[in-house]
């Protein structure tokens, strides 16, 4: 069965500090890996998506197969960053083709300090 | 346009009380999904349809039902409301999720709070 594991309940950092929120995943096939985040009263929304190698709002994340890991990472924290962030994991089969449900993980609510 | 759109946005019921949550998407998407979202356990799929006239069970379906109405309507029953649903609910929907290489993001609603005294 899949899984996705996000260390970290709570992150901390100061404006201006490195950001890195943790991901690890287990899925034995080929999986897509997204970001989701939930900014305060607001919806949960697509922050980034793997397949896309696509930079959002200074946020990057790679996938690492080796490691079974997509870790988000910012150079320089803001205060806006701060949210509840949510890795999540969409199984294809071997063709490439999706199954359509998301695995999230537990969350990560980061907060940036002025 | 209003994407998904949840009702009711708070409830409380009483054990064993039933009630239907209502969710409606604006965007023709055939895809739509049931989350609940607890402390510490993230967001977990209680029921998915991936298509108007089909659904199927996620990973904690018991004590639910769900039923899609049509392309647009995707609601959410709870026959006899126990404690442990206590939760948020959130309903989300995608353009397809499902028979291809899919990179289309889910759309979100507001959620439901929903308390069982």
């Known amino acids: 069965a899949q899984r996705v594991t996000q260390p970290e309940k709570l992150l901390s950092v100061f404006k201006g500090a490195p950001v890195e929120l943790k991901c690890n995943y287990s899925?034995?096939?080929?999986?897509?890996l997204f970001w989701y985040v939930q900014y305060s009263r607001q919806r949960l929304q697509l922050l980034l998506r793997?397949?896309s190698r696509e930079s959002i709002k200074g946020f990057t994340a790679d996938l690492n197969k080796g490691e079974t890991s997509f870790h988000l990472k910012k150079p320089f924290a803001q205060e806006e960053d701060s949210a509840m962030y949510y890795c999540?994991?969409?199984?294809?089969?071997?063709?490439?083709?999706?199954?359509?449900?998301?695995?999230f993980g537990q969350g990560t609510i980061l907060t940036v300090h002025p | 346009n209003a994407g998904v759109t949840q009702t009711p946005k708070f409830q409380v019921l009483k054990t064993g009380q039933s009630m239907t949550l209502q969710c409606a998407q604006d965007?023709?998407?055939?895809?739509m999904y049931w989350y609940r979202q607890d402390p510490g356990m993230g967001l977990r799929l209680i029921y998915y349809?991936?298509?108007?006239?089909?659904?199927d069970k996620g990973e904690v379906p018991n004590g639910y039902n769900v039923s899609r109405l049509n392309k647009r309507e995707f609601s959410l029953r709870l026959e006899s409301a126990a404690p442990s649903q206590t939760s948020v609910y959130f309903c989300?929907?995608?353009?397809?999720?499902?028979?291809?290489?899919?990179?289309?993001?889910?759309?979100f609603g507001d959620g439901t709070r929903l308390s069982i005294l």
């Open positions: 989300a929907s995608t353009e397809r999720g499902t028979g291809q290489r899919s990179n289309q993001p889910q759309h």
């Open positions: 899925y034995s096939g080929s999986p897509e």
């Open positions: 793997h397949i």
């Open positions: 999540a994991l969409n199984r294809t089969n071997a063709g490439g083709t999706s199954y359509g449900k998301l695995t």
């Open positions: 965007m023709n998407h055939n895809s």
């Open positions: 349809s991936a298509s108007e006239g089909t659904t």
